[in-house]
């Protein structure tokens, strides 16, 4: 098994840390940005599409919970079930960068911040 290290290149478009995801860890899993079978998610394609590092870079919807693509069904049904607060993933990735993000989640073994 994976330790859990700081490495912004471990953060998920939609600002999950993919350095303490379970199936990263245990190696199912390459990371969201090496996921190529992640086809399906919106957030990934748009992110890819845009050259966006994750939905902290966009400028056309500053507040993510107002793009459909961040803020759709399976993204509300992982909050729930999860208690994760990727709103606040991406707001902490805006206000101290990608590097003290994947610092902080990896200290604190946090795949998400929580509700």
């Known amino acids: 098994m994976k330790e859990i290290t700081a490495d912004k290149e471990l953060i998920a478009f939609c600002g ?30 748009c992110c890819f599409n845009n050259k966006y590092n ?3 870079d966009c400028a056309i919807m500053v507040e993510p919970n107002n793009c459909k693509k961040f803020n759709n069904l399976f993204s509300k049904l992982f909050a729930l079930i999860f208690k994760s607060d990727r709103r606040a993933c991406i707001k ?10 994947a610092a902080y989640m990896a200290k604190e073994k946090k795949q998400t911040i929580k509700k």
């Open 54 to 56: 994750s939905c902290a």
């Open 16 to 45: 999950l840390y993919c350095g303490a995801c379970g199936s990263y860890l245990k190696g199912k899993c390459p990371g969201c940005k090496k996921n190529e079978k992640a086809g399906w998610c919106q957030i990934r394609v």
């Open 92 to 101: 902490m990735i805006k206000e101290q960068g990608r590097d003290k993000y």
